[in-house]
């Protein structure tokens, strides 16, 4: 109660945003909404990770007796289960990806607010490229973190999937796409957030964060995807 009283006088009004106590700003709307307690953002990493370490695309292949990882490009995505398994089995393991990066999101944000949220996104993107369960042997990452921004930052997903786009149908060929793509979300979170609003994670810090991380994640694979068919090109999956 101490903290409340002005000792040198009467009980002065304060705006709400100002009180220096934690559980009041956690439920506070804009920056404050950052403010979840050390052990509340980290289980919202962590749980980001659980949840985007589901090897769903596995399941799924596998209840249709394929194997996503000794067929096609060995890769457990969205594209080899298109190739190896047809256009159900695509849309299954997509929506399952889109799925969970929404579910890290929201549970992030439940447990931590604004920097919950974030932590969440790229906890799912990095345990979905380097799984835990399957030896840090995963995906590719771009379906679960379009899973993250609907919910994170829906505005820039309608950008980047547009220019994900454009990039196939120049390149013909989805590593560069997805790397042009990358190099567009950071732009994009670092120049031109507050152009194309927000959503759950609405602080221009924390979407900073949030892309930062989620393309450090991806990035490593995507340059070997690009960089494959030059080393050999016979390999095109």
């Known amino acids: 109660v ?10 002065r009004a304060s705006p ?15 920056r404050c909404r950052m403010a979840g307690g050390p052990a509340l953002t980290l ?7 659980l949840v985007g370490g589901l090897p769903t695309a596995d399941w ?3 209840s249709r007796g394929i194997d996503l990882r000794s067929r096609g490009s060995g890769n457990p995505g969205t594209n080899n289960a298109l190739r190896t398994g047809g256009p159900t089995l695509a849309a299954a393991v997509l929506a399952a990806e889109l799925a969970k990066g929404a579910a ?19 906890g799912a993107t990095a345990a979905n490229v380097y799984n835990p369960w399957r030896r840090f042997r995963g995906g590719k990452g771009l379906a679960i973190t379009a899973g993250t921004l609907a919910l994170a930052w829906p505005a820039g997903l309608l950008v980047l999937v547009a220019v994900i786009g454009v990039g196939v149908a ?14 567009c ?7 031109g ?37 030059l080393a050999r090109p016979e390999s095109r999956g």
Not at 2 to 11: E, K
Not at 16 to 30: I, K, M, S, W, Y
Not at 170 to 183: K, W
Not at 193 to 198: Q, T
Request: glycine fraction near 14%.
């Open 104 to 122: 890290a999101v929201a549970a992030g944000q439940a447990l931590a607010g604004v920097a919950g949220a974030a932590l969440g996104g790229i």
């Open 185 to 191: 979300y950071i732009g994009l979170a670092t120049l």
């Open 2 to 11: 101490d903290r409340f009283l002005d000792r040198g006088g009467p009980i």
């Open 43 to 49: 289980a919202a990493l962590l749980l980001g990770i």
């Open 60 to 62: 799924l292949a596998r």
């Open 16 to 30: 709400v945003p100002c009180l220096p106590v934690v559980r009041v700003r956690a439920f506070l709307p804009g």
């Open 193 to 229: 957030r507050s152009a194309l609003g927000g959503g759950l994670v609405d602080h221009p810090g924390w979407v900073v964060a949030m892309a930062v991380g989620q393309c450090a994640a991806m990035a490593p694979k995507h340059v070997a995807d690009a960089l494959r068919p």
């Open 170 to 183: 120049i390149f013909r060929r989805s590593g560069p796409a997805a790397l042009v793509a990358l190099a």
